[in-house]
C-alpha cells in the first residue's frame, strides 16, 4: 500500500516553480470540458488576449503550449530553423546555452557570442557580431536566471529588424514580473512560461509572434497526415508536437484537432493571467521592485555581498555569494528542513559559490521576503558565519515603510 500524498508547508523563494496562486489551484480543480465545447473555447480566446498583455504587443498570434517553458523555446526555434541556416547567440548566462543546444540539434549553424556572466552585453557588441556573422536568427535570453542579470533589447532588437533577422527571445524569468515591450524592442517571437511569475504550476509555455513569422509558418505549413493525404509540404517544421503552423490552426477559428488540450492547465493559466490583470500590471512590477529593495536591504545589513553588475540586475532574482568557508548546500538544507523556506543554488562555475533568491508572483510577497531573511540569518548564525545579526529584517522593515 502507498500512503497518501504528504506535501510540506513551503515558502519557495527560487527563480522557479513559485508557490501557485490559491486561486490558480483552485481552478484546476474544477470539472473538466471536451476540447471544443464552446464553453472551453471561449476560455481558450480569452487566454490568448491575456497572454498579449504582459508581453506588451499587440500580435495577432498569441497562445500555450502544452510542456514547459523550454517547449516553447523549442517551437519557435524550430519554427524558423532550416538546416544550415546561421543563428546567433549571446551568451552571458545559463540557459543562451540552451537555445544553441536546441539550434544546433535542429541543425543550424550556431555561433555563440561569448561573456562573462557578470553583466548582460553592450548592445554594440552584439550588432558587430551581427555584421561579422551575418545571421538568418539572434535567439537570446531577457532574464537569465541562472546569475540575475537582465539584457536591454531593444537596441539589438530594432537593428535586427532593419537588416531583416528574426530576433528570438527568452522571457520566461521575466513575463509578469518585470515590464516587457515586445512590439517595441522588435522581438519576432517570445516565449514565457506559467511557473514563475505567473504562479501558475509548470506544465505550460506562453509564445507569441508576429506577421514576419506567420509568413513563415504559412510557407512551411503541413496538415497533418491523418487530416489530408494531399497537404504535403517539404519545408515543414521538424516536430509535429511543437509546429507552430499547427497549434496556431488549433488555437484560431479554423480549429483543426491537434493535440487534447490539458483543460486543467488552461484553466489555471487564465486564472493566473486574470489575478495578474486584475491587480494591474504597473501594480505587480512595483511589487516585485518593492519586495528585491527590501531583499537586498536586508541581505547588505547582514553583511553578505550581491553577485553581479547591480544597474543591470533582475528583479525577480537576487543572486548573493555565500560567505567564505560556509558550506552553502547545508545551509540550503537547513532553510528548507527547519524553516521550510526554499532557496535555489546556481549552475555551472556559479555552483557553491552563490545561492539564488528568487521573488516572483505570488511568493512576491512581504511576509515571504521577512522569512527568508529571518530563516537565512538564523541558518549563517548556527553555521557560524560572521554576518552582522540582528540587522537584516529591521533593514528590510525600514525599507517598506520608506518605499511605499
Ligand atoms: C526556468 C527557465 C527556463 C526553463 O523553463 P522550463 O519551464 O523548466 O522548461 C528557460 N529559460 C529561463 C530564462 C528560465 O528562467
Redesign the pocket.
Known amino acids: 500500500m502507498f500512503n497518501e500524498l504528504a506535501i510540506p508547508q513551503r515558502t519557495i523563494m527560487t527563480?522557479?516553480p513559485v508557490e501557485a496562486h490559491p486561486a490558480v489551484l483552485q481552478a484546476m480543480t474544477r470539472r473538466i470540458l471536451g476540447q471544443f465545447d464552446p464553453a472551453f473555447l471561449t476560455i481558450m480566446d480569452e487566454v490568448k488576449e491575456m497572454i498579449k498583455q504582459p508581453f506588451g504587443t499587440t500580435n495577432k498570434e498569441a497562445f500555450a503550449i502544452d510542456g514547459?517553458?523550454?517547449?516553447g523555446?523549442e517551437a519557435a526555434l524550430i519554427a524558423l530553423i532550416e538546416p544550415g541556416d546561421k543563428v546567433l547567440i549571446p551568451a552571458y548566462g545559463r540557459?543562451a546555452y540552451?537555445l544553441g543546444e536546441i539550434c544546433e540539434r535542429a541543425r543550424a549553424e550556431v555561433r555563440y557570442l561569448e561573456k562573462e556572466w557578470t553583466a548582460p552585453f553592450a548592445p554594440d557588441a552584439v550588432i558587430a557580431e551581427i555584421d561579422a556573422f551575418n545571421p538568418k536568427i539572434v535567439a537570446m535570453?531577457h532574464?537569465?536566471?541562472a546569475n540575475g542579470q537582465m539584457q536591454p533589447l531593444a537596441e539589438i532588437g530594432q537593428y535586427c529588424r532593419a537588416n531583416n533577422i528574426f530576433f528570438v527571445v527568452?522571457m520566461?524569468?521575466t513575463y509578469g514580473g518585470v515590464p516587457l515591450a515586445v512590439d517595441e524592442w522588435c522581438v519576432d517571437i517570445a516565449i514565457a512560461?506559467t511557473?514563475?511569475c505567473l504562479s501558475v504550476p509548470?506544465g505550460l509555455a506562453l509564445v507569441t509572434y508576429n506577421d514576419r513569422v506567420e509568413d513563415v509558418l504559412d510557407a512551411r505549413y503541413q496538415k497533418e497526415l491523418g487530416l489530408s493525404k494531399t497537404d504535403r509540404n517539404e519545408r515543414h517544421i521538424a516536430s509535429n508536437y511543437l509546429d507552430l503552423s499547427q497549434l496556431q490552426r488549433y488555437w484560431n477559428q479554423e480549429r483543426i484537432n491537434h493535440h487534447t488540450e490539458a483543460t486543467s492547465m488552461i484553466y489555471a493559466l487564465h486564472e493566473g493571467l486574470r489575478v495578474l490583470l486584475q491587480e494591474g500590471l504597473s501594480e505587480v512590477y512595483h511589487r516585485h521592485a518593492r519586495n528585491e529593495g527590501a531583499l537586498i536591504a536586508g541581505l547588505k545589513a547582514m553583511g553578505l555581498n550581491l553577485y553581479g553588475a547591480a544597474d543591470t540586475k533582475m528583479p525577480t532574482v537576487t543572486p548573493v555569494f555565500i560567505p567564505e568557508g560556509i558550506d552553502g548546500e547545508a545551509v540550503r538544507n537547513m532553510l528548507l528542513d527547519d524553516f521550510g523556506v526554499e532557496i535555489a543554488s546556481s549552475f555551472g562555475d556559479l555552483k557553491g559559490k552563490i545561492w539564488r533568491i528568487g521573488n516572483m508572483g505570488y511568493s512576491s510577497r512581504k511576509e515571504n521576503i521577512l522569512h527568508v531573511l529571518a530563516a537565512l540569518e538564523g541558518a549563517l548564525l548556527y553555521h557560524q558565519a560572521p554576518i552582522q545579526s540582528g540587522q537584516a529584517v529591521p533593514a528590510a522593515l525600514r525599507f517598506y515603510q520608506n518605499n511605499i
Open positions: 527563480p522557479g514547459t517553458s523550454r517547449s523555446l540557459f540552451l535570453v532574464g537569465e536566471t527568452d520566461v524569468a512560461g511557473q514563475k509548470s
